[in-house]
């Protein structure tokens, strides 16, 4: 709960602070826009509401359904919260499609999913 009331706080005073200095309403890009989505995502998913985790990384990707951040979260939901090894290798395989630049985080992180996925099911928790 403390989380999301932070996520609005934040929100709000970011867009407060580009209207401020901006002498207007403050523009953020598409993948600006969804982080608080995602930030939603990956609090859901750390408190193991994989349920609410992926409903919130799909809103993400209904809106940019190229974003490899959110993609790699939704692999990683996948595989941690529903064992669901072919969906989640595929998820990652989009990311590393996605991401060119093989030194990105994205893309490493991707790639140690891939090999996690492919030793078989997450252990048991």
Do not use: N
Request: aromatic share 8%; hydrophobic share 45%; charged share 25%.
């Amino acid at each position: 709960m403390a989380a999301i009331v932070v996520m609005l706080l934040t929100g709000f005073a970011g867009g407060s602070a580009g209207m401020l200095y901006s002498g207007g309403r403050a523009r953020f890009t598409l993948r600006e826009q969804c982080a608080g989505k995602l930030t939603q995502a990956r609090v859901s998913k750390t408190e193991k509401r994989f349920e609410d985790a992926l409903a919130a990384v799909e809103s993400v990707l209904a809106r940019d359904p190229e974003f490899p951040d959110a993609l790699l979260l939704k692999a990683q939901i996948l595989w941690e919260g529903f064992a669901d090894g072919p969906t989640a290798r595929r998820t990652v395989m989009k990311v590393l499609q996605l991401e060119t630049d093989k030194t990105a985080p994205v893309y490493r992180w991707a790639g140690e999913l891939y090999k996690e996925i492919a030793k078989g099911p997450p252990p048991a928790e």
